[in-house]
Nanobody, 114 residues
Framework: QVQLVESGGGLVQAGGSLRLSCAAS????????MAWYRQAPGKAREFVAN???????VTSDSVKGRFTISRDNAKNTVYLQMNSLKPEDTANYYC????????WGQGTQVTVSS
C-alpha cells in the first residue's frame, strides 16, 4: 500500500522559509517520479516542482529561484525547500507519486502572512 505523508507546513511571515517533507512508504522514491502541487482556496491545484527517478528536476516559473525540490534516498523522503515566501504562496501543499497510478498525500497547509 502506497502512503505519502507530508509535514513541515505552518505559518510564516513573508520573506521567510519552510521545508516540506514527504515521507513515502510502499514505493521507492528514488525509482518514482515525485512531485509537489499546491491548491489555494477557490483555485485549481497547480504544479510546483517534480523530481524524476533520474534525479532531473523541474520547477514551475512561479517559484523558480525560490523553491527547490530534493530527495533523500536513504530516508525515502522528498523535500521542498521554500525560501523568500510570498503571501501568494499560501496554499495546501500536496505530495504526488507517479508509479503506475497517481498517489497523493493528505496535504500540509502553508500560510504566508504579509
Amino acid at each position: 500500500q502506497v502512503q505519502l505523508v507530508e509535514s513541515g507546513g505552518g505559518l510564516v511571515q513573508a520573506g521567510g522559509s519552510l521545508r516540506l517533507s514527504c515521507a513515502a512508504s510502499g514505493i521507492i522514491a528514488s525509482r518514482t517520479n515525485m512531485a509537489w502541487y499546491r491548491q489555494a482556496p477557490g483555485k485549481a491545484r497547480e504544479f510546483v516542482a517534480n523530481i524524476r527517478s533520474t534525479g532531473t528536476t523541474v520547477t514551475s516559473d512561479s517559484v523558480k529561484g525560490r523553491f527547490t525540490i530534493s530527495r533523500d534516498n536513504a530516508k525515502n523522503t522528498v523535500y521542498l525547500q521554500m525560501n523568500s515566501l510570498k503571501p501568494e504562496d499560501t496554499a495546501n501543499y500536496y505530495c504526488n507519486a507517479q508509479f503506475g497510478n497517481s498517489y497523493w498525500g493528505q496535504g500540509t497547509q502553508v500560510t504566508v502572512s504579509s
